[in-house]
């Protein structure tokens, strides 16, 4: 029986583009999708009126294994946010909190709303993820974690930030962001 | 090379408080998704880039450290991102293209 491969990963299938936060005016609902288009455009759908809430340059990537090929898609992941720590009571934080004393740094991956509130990304694919990033650095000195969004404790208060490109253009300091759900 | 030689050598100004430790290999780029993609641990970023987004994709990639070029000021939210992640955020007057020229005149190549 071959032995089971201690898969080294790298990114694979590379696509710049787009994630694009829109906002229903009528159900209030938000959805996020990823495009290679920069569109802005507001558009009507039966009742609800969808507005572009942010539009953030950033990729899309698979994991391929360079020891056994195997590739791993990673289309359901819209992108990683870091805690600000905006909630004391939230899971993210406490975890953060206590990761931050073994020198183990916490980032919150998200999947594509709404389909990712019910079709999460499984453990053991969020762990790949973990391990690349882990794999590409020297850990010694420090180590990625990453955990699921339904950690965060309340959405629509949540003012973590997305690792994307958003208000990157400006020579002007940022305002401070929003919460964007 | 270390970020500490590098400062004395390139005459790069230190904005946060760091753990010197060794540049290896240099990613210049104004973009997070390229560096997120594309860096390699131990690289040196340079960047007009001063948003605080860029200290977590630094520690996402495990940059040496982060060079802001141009004489950018860069916001105090993002120094004290970077001091609470001990990332080393360094300054320098001069454009990325002269700067990228100084570093590669002292051996820095990319990785």
């Known amino acids: 029986m071959m032995p089971e491969c201690q898969h080294r990963w790298k990114m694979t299938n590379i696509q710049f583009g787009f994630t694009v936060f829109e906002k229903c005016s009528h159900c209030q609902t938000v959805r996020t999708y990823f495009s290679t288009q920069d569109t802005w455009d507001e558009y009507r759908e039966g009742p609800c009126l969808w507005t572009i809430v942010e539009n953030a340059q950033t990729f899309k990537f698979d994991l391929q294994c360079t020891s056994c090929n195997h590739v791993e898609s990673f289309a359901d992941l819209l992108g990683l946010l870091y805690c600000t720590g905006c909630l004391p009571d939230c899971q993210v934080e406490m975890i953060r909190k206590e990761c931050a004393t073994r020198k183990t740094w916490i980032l919150v991956a998200f999947g594509f709303l709404p389909e990712a509130k019910s079709q999460p990304i499984p453990e053991r694919r969020l762990r790949m993820l973990t391990d690349h990033f882990n794999q590409r650095r020297d850990t010694s000195r420090s180590t990625i974690e990453i955990v699921w969004f339904d950690q965060i404790k309340n959405l629509s208060l949540c003012r973590g930030e997305f690792i994307h490109d958003v208000g990157m253009l400006s020579l002007e300091t940022p305002e401070e962001r929003k919460p964007l759900f | ?111």
């Open chain 2, 1 to 111: 090379m270390t970020t500490k030689d590098l400062i004395e050598s390139a005459g790069l100004t230190p904005l946060t408080q760091f753990e010197p430790r060794d540049v290896d290999g240099v990613i210049v780029s104004d973009m997070l998704s390229d560096v997120m993609a594309g860096a390699k641990s131990g690289n040196l970023w340079i960047t007009v880039q001063t948003h605080k987004n860029i200290v977590p994709a630094a520690n996402l990639v495990d940059a040496s450290a982060i060079v802001i070029t141009g004489g950018k000021k860069v916001p105090q939210d993002t120094l004290d991102l970077a001091n609470q992640h001990s990332i080393a955020i360094l300054w320098t007057p001069l454009s990325s293209f002269e700067l990228v020229g100084k570093l590669y005149a002292l051996g820095l190549v990319a990785k």
